[in-house]
């Protein structure tokens, strides 16, 4: 079997990863492999589209449709999406059933740590590494502790307008990262290596609107208008010293799970539910409150939503929710008509936002656990959903979780390279969800029946 190193890049926009002739490294990756834009899943969040890909499952498949999902029907029933959220098999799986060692590090999610055969190493969503265990097996926690002292798997509040200590925050933990990463790419035996860095994502969320003159809050020469440049030239490094250990046999894949794009603002959804008669409650607020705090009257209310990168819209629908008030052959013509509702509304100019909503029956293969009724991408991912209630506006220029530059684009990027790789180039039409079966492919492995994707290569 030929060896796998994927070096994921959460959030890596094509437009600077293929349009910066800086980046020397990822440039040589381009020359001798192929590449191109990569659609991402619906919605394109960083859980679930790094388990997407590796599993070659959308979303709906997986039944886990964003960083929260409902448990049950109940209105109170959303719970943090963890590495035991995801029960479908993944590449390393796969590569451990025809006896591979895998090396997974920072892969969303995994946390708790995934008992593979190898290596596992928690990701952002890891709660404190000083006192949780997050790694498998346990005496790898150890050696990371022994080579860089404390590991961060994350920038805390990294929404702030502390831009210099953002900065400095994420350079060092990326720094960790890679060290760490090189460690185990040298001194452990694999087969297949993944890593995700989520770094990349940090500096976009917290810089963008810096670096993107399209951005609404863009100031030309502004102190940080490199900021986001010069960190894809710091990945560019730390990635060709990777470069350095590997044999021309290994197939290399850099991929990202999402782009990146301006954030022109918020949209408060439930506030605008409220004013179309169909979120109704007992009180409303003196202030912005969060839609867990709003004391919500279920007997009249038809419809909520919760925030976020994107709107999970939610019916109240009678023998389903405890309280619900739509009968079920309503269910499809109400549905219908909220959904043109939301695609008509306009932004705070006054034109058009251009927003997509999506029935999830109808994008994923199948739908398990309990999905949203809606998904919408507000202005295409231009606008954020936000849910908290208490506002008179319904169109912020702000973030109800702290400041924020980007949102999430639905298409990321691919760099590969492989011995013998039949196509050269770029490449138009790629998919997440074809990653997994390439990767398989061209490293001589089998194609389990559940993958959705098709390999970019026959």
């Given at each position: 079997m030929t060896k796998i190193?994927?070096?994921?890049?959460?959030?890596?926009?094509?437009?600077?990863?293929?349009?910066?002739?800086?980046?020397?490294?990822?440039?040589?990756?381009?020359?001798?492999?192929?590449?191109?834009?990569?659609e991402s899943v619906i919605p394109p969040i960083t859980v679930p589209a790094w388990m997407c890909m590796a599993t070659s499952q959308d979303p709906g498949s997986l039944g886990v449709y964003g960083f929260r999902n409902r448990a049950d029907h109940s209105y109170d029933g959303l719970r943090f999406a963890d590495a035991r959220s995801i029960l479908e098999p993944a590449i390393w799986d796969q590569v451990s059933r025809q006896g591979g060692r895998s090396?997974?590090?920072?892969?969303?999610?995994?946390?708790?740590p995934r008992r593979v055969d190898g290596i596992c190493v928690g990701c952002f969503l890891t709660p404190d590494t000083a006192r949780s265990r997050y790694t498998h097996?346990?005496?790898?926690?150890?050696?990371i502790s022994q080579l860089v002292g404390?590991?961060?798997?994350?920038?805390?509040?990294?929404?702030?307008?502390?831009?210099?200590?953002?900065?400095?925050?994420i350079d060092s933990m990326t720094h960790t990262h890679f060290e760490v990463v090189r460690h185990f790419l040298r001194h452990s035996r694999w087969d297949y290596f993944q890593f995700?860095?989520?770094?990349?994502d940090r500096i976009h969320h917290g810089f963008w609107q810096y670096h993107?003159?399209?951005?609404?809050?863009?100031?030309?020469?502004?102190?940080?208008?490199?900021?986001?440049?010069?960190?894809?030239?710091?990945?560019?490094?730390?990635?060709?010293?990777?470069?350095?250990?590997?044999?021309?046999?290994t197939v290399i894949l850099v991929v990202s799970d999402h782009g990146a794009k301006p954030l022109d603002g918020g949209f408060c959804v439930n506030e605008w539910l409220i004013r179309q008669g169909w979120l109704v409650l007992n009180r409303y607020p003196g202030e912005a409150t969060s839609f867990g705090q709003l004391a919500v009257d279920w007997d009249r209310t038809r419809v909520w939503s919760e925030g976020g990168y994107y709107a999970r819209v939610f019916l109240n629908v009678k023998g389903r929710e405890p309280r619900g008030i739509i009968s079920p052959e309503d269910y499809e013509p109400f549905r219908d008509e909220v959904a043109a509702r939301l695609e008509a509304i306009p932004d705070d100019l006054g034109r058009p936002m251009g927003t997509q909503v999506f029935q999830p029956e109808r994008v994923y293969r199948s739908v398990r656990r309990v999905a949203p009724d809606l998904i919408a991408h507000f202005g295409g991912l231009a606008w954020r959903s936000i849910g908290s209630v208490g506002r008179p506006e319904l169109h912020l220029q702000e973030n109800d979780t702290g400041p924020d530059g980007c949102n999430h684009a639905q298409h990321g990027a691919f760099i590969l390279n492989a011995p013998g790789l039949s196509r050269?180039?770029?490449?138009?039409?790629?998919?997440?969800?074809?990653?997994?079966?390439?990767?398989?492919r061209l490293g001589g492995y089998d194609l389990p029946d559940s993958m959705q994707g098709t390999p970019l290569f026959s």
């Open positions: 190193l994927v070096i994921g890049l959460d959030c890596a926009a094509p437009e600077i990863l293929f349009g910066d002739e800086r980046l020397t490294h990822f440039r040589r990756l381009m020359a001798n492999g192929c590449y191109g834009r990569l090396n997974i590090i920072g892969v969303p999610p995994s946390y708790p097996p346990a005496l790898i926690q150890q050696r404390d590991y961060p798997v994350d920038v805390s509040g990294f929404r702030t307008h502390r831009k210099d200590w953002l900065k400095r925050q995700v860095e989520i770094g990349l993107d003159p399209r951005h609404r809050l863009f100031e030309a020469g502004n102190p940080y208008s490199e900021v986001v440049g010069d960190y894809y030239r710091l990945l560019d490094g730390k990635v060709g010293e990777l470069l350095e250990l590997l044999d021309e046999e050269r180039g770029e490449v138009q039409g790629a998919h997440l969800l074809d990653m997994a079966p390439t990767l398989l």
